[in-house]
C-alpha cells in the first residue's frame, strides 16, 4: 500500500540528475567539503557523529560489518579540515519489492547523520546522491528504502526531495515507541 503518490518531477527525477544536482549544490554551500567512500580508520568517527546526532544507536562491530560487506555504498563527508562530519552506510537485501511484487535487489538506506554544525550546506543530499548512485551501479539494485521517525519532517523532506515515496508506517517501529514511515524509490 502506498500511502504517498509520486509527482511527475518525482517520476522522473533519475539519480544521475540527483548525482548531479548534488555536486552543484556542494559546489555552491559547501566549499572545501568532500564526499568519499568510508575507510575503516573513519568507522570509529562515525560510531560518534551516529551517538552525536541520532537516538539510535549501534554498536562497533555493526558499522564494521556494513562497511565490509557494501564498502562502495557507505560514504563520509569530510570537513575542508578533513575531519569526518558526516555518513550514509547502507545494506542490500533480496526482499519483496515496493512496487513490484517479486523479490527485487533493494538497497537499505541504514543510517545517515551529519553533524549539526555541518548541517545547511547540502551534505545529507550529497550523501544520499552518492548512495543511490553506488547502490544501483555497484551493487545493482532495483529500488532503495529506509525507515525515518514521522515527526523527522527535515529528513521527510530530503527523502521526497531525492524522489522516495512513504509506502506504509511502521507502529511502534523506534525503542522509545515512535512510529516509522518506510519510504522508497525504484532505481535508477
Not at 509520486?6 to 559546489?27: G, H, N, V
Not at 569526518?84 to 538506506?109: D, N, T
Request: hydrophobic letters at 35%; one cysteine or more.
Amino acid at each position: 500500500m502506498i500511502l504517498g503518490k509520486k509527482s511527475d518531477k518525482q517520476r522522473s527525477t533519475s539519480i544521475y540528475e540527483i548525482y548531479d544536482k548534488a555536486l552543484e549544490r556542494l559546489e555552491k554551500k559547501a566549499t572545501g567539503y568532500t564526499i568519499r567512500n568510508a575507510r575503516r580508520e573513519d568507522l570509529g568517527k562515525v560510531q560518534e557523529i551516529n551517538r552525536a546526532s541520532l537516538p539510535e544507536n549501534y554498536p562497533f562491530y555493526f558499522f564494521e560489518e556494513l562497511w565490509s560487506h557494501y564498502g562502495r555504498a557507505f560514504y563520509v563527508a569530510e570537513s575542508p579540515s578533513k575531519e569526518v562530519v558526516g555518513y550514509v552506510m547502507c545494506r542490500v537485501e533480496r526482499k519483496p519489492g515496493f512496487f513490484r511484487h517479486f523479490l527485487v535487489k533493494s538497497g537499505h538506506i541504514v543510517s545517515i547523520a551529519v553533524l549539526e554544525a555541518h548541517r545547511g550546506r547540502g551534505l545529507g543530499y550529497g550523501l544520499m546522491a552518492y548512495a543511490l548512485k553506488s547502490l544501483y551501479e555497484e551493487y545493482g539494485c532495483e529500488e532503495t528504502y529506509l525507515e525515518v521517525r514521522v515527526s523527522n519532517k527535515p529528513a521527510i523532506n530530503l527523502y521526497e526531495k531525492l524522489g522516495y515515496v512513504k509506502v506504509k508506517i511502521e507502529h511502534h517501529y523506534y525503542l522509545d515507541g515512535e512510529d516509522a514511515y518506510v519510504m522508497a524509490r525504484v532505481l535508477p
